[in-house]
């Protein structure tokens, strides 16, 4: 079959081959139907995977969400899901109808356009590239405008070349998914792998064969029989200085602890105008989130630093080293003790305060079984490190591979009848 040279190919809204409401034979299913697929943003994948495990009685979804048939195609307007590929061909929906997020952008194919080659049109790194430069709104919360993606103009090459494209990147990409799906599954393991490794060793201690008892700490259970147990008000003090508005900025993440933040009005909260109302955190000073405590935003401070009101700081005072303690407030038992000694009404605005905080018992190994309880899980932690960091590099050049196939495919730049 000679190949279509994609300069013949007519050009064409994307407004122009879509409806903009459902069709008279999706009106009459959706009479028909009690209960519907519910896709959540979480259920939409970056390779157009959808989860179809939720369902919800029409009844409840038919305002407020967005509405989709079998055939659509979607689209994700919110950063950062818009730039992550999040988008999908929709299919297998319950009696072919489903609701979602109002997050999304639902296209309807008219007969001129194969649904999976409009998927494919939508996914190609150009189209999204020029969506992430049209976005408007706060940062945080910029969406895709509509009027970008119905004036987005698309190539169309014959009904058959599009299925046949469609049909070529179909098998291309199951490969290249399937291989981008067990790389992130290695990742996960890897995480998982980290997060077993810093627990057991940081409340078990090194020597396996070492005699253990009840610690009398219900969050931890069995400890080595020569550690102590201590109440953190024993082990720490709150530091509540403030007046020195010419030290760096720091901030406490979930995924990385407490780190050095950048002095740029546009990533400092309003309140910074005046940065005598920030607390001082010393180098060594542990340094937590109240809202997130209970998540695992801690850690030790890297350096002399402001940090926001909403955070406390704990200045060491007795035999706990900062490094064992940053290591300890971050497993996930201590956190969920946390959560049990914070407070308020809503689980996820839950609040730890230092008089919280300093009535938690926490067991405290020798001052030196500490020092090499740190160094193993440094040296532990940085070789997982860096196989992951390995790990995510192939990754990241599977899914360019993935996005160079679509984009030379919906362009005309494969003969896919030869590439068969």
Request: glycine share 8%.
């Amino acid at each position: 079959m000679k190949a279509t040279l994609p300069q013949q190919w007519p050009v064409n809204r994307i407004r122009f081959l879509t409806l903009r409401s459902p069709s008279r034979e999706q009106r009459a299913m959706l009479a028909k139907v009690s209960h519907v697929s519910f896709l959540p943003m979480e259920a939409i994948g970056e390779q157009g995977q959808l989860d179809l495990s939720a369902s919800r009685p029409i009844d409840e979804v038919r305002s407020g969400y967005s509405q989709f048939f079998d055939g659509d195609v979607v689209i994700a307007k919110i950063t950062p899901c818009f730039e992550n590929g999040k988008g999908a061909l929709i299919r297998g929906m319950l009696d072919g109808v489903g609701f979602g997020t109002t997050e999304l952008h639902v296209l309807t194919p008219l007969a001129e356009i194969d649904g999976r080659f409009l998927y494919y049109v939508t996914v190609n790194p150009c189209f999204r590239q020029l969506g992430q430069a049209w976005m408007t709104g706060a940062a945080g919360q910029q969406r895709v405008p509509e009027d970008f993606v119905r004036d987005f103009r698309v190539q169309v090459p014959p009904l058959a070349q599009q299925r046949a494209i469609a049909d070529y990147l179909d098998r291309e990409t199951l490969h290249l998914d399937a291989l981008i799906a067990a790389k992130e599954r290695l990742l996960g393991l890897i995480a998982e792998k980290r997060r077993a490794l810093i627990t057991r060793v940081v409340t078990l201690g090194l020597d396996p064969h070492a005699s253990l008892r009840e610690s009398g700490i219900p969050w931890l259970g069995k400890a080595p029989a020569h550690w102590d147990v201590r109440r953190i008000a024993w082990l720490f003090r709150e530091r509540d200085q403030r007046g020195e508005p010419d030290l760096p900025l720091l901030e406490v993440s979930i995924n990385s602890g407490v780190t050095l933040r950048e002095f740029s009005e546009e990533r400092i909260e309003y309140t910074a105008a005046d940065f005598n109302t920030y607390k001082v955190a010393r180098c060594g000073d542990i340094v937590f989130n109240k809202m997130r405590m209970w998540q695992g935003a801690v850690g030790v401070a890297p350096e002399d630093g402001l940090v926001s009101p909403d955070y406390v700081v704990a200045a060491p005072i007795g035999s706990m080293s900062p490094e064992y303690a940053g290591l300890l407030f971050r497993t996930p038992a201590f956190s969920a003790e946390c959560a049990r000694h914070s407070h308020g009404i809503v689980w996820d605005r839950l609040r730890l305060y230092w008089e919280g905080f300093r009535d938690i018992a926490v067991p405290l190994p020798p001052k030196e079984e500490q020092v090499d309880i740190v160094d193993r899980v440094l040296w532990e932690a940085t070789r997982l490190d860096h196989l992951r960091a390995a790990t995510e590099q192939t990754t990241a050049l599977l899914k360019e591979r993935r996005a160079a196939f679509i984009a030379a495919a919906v362009t005309g730049q494969i003969d896919v009848g030869r590439a068969v």
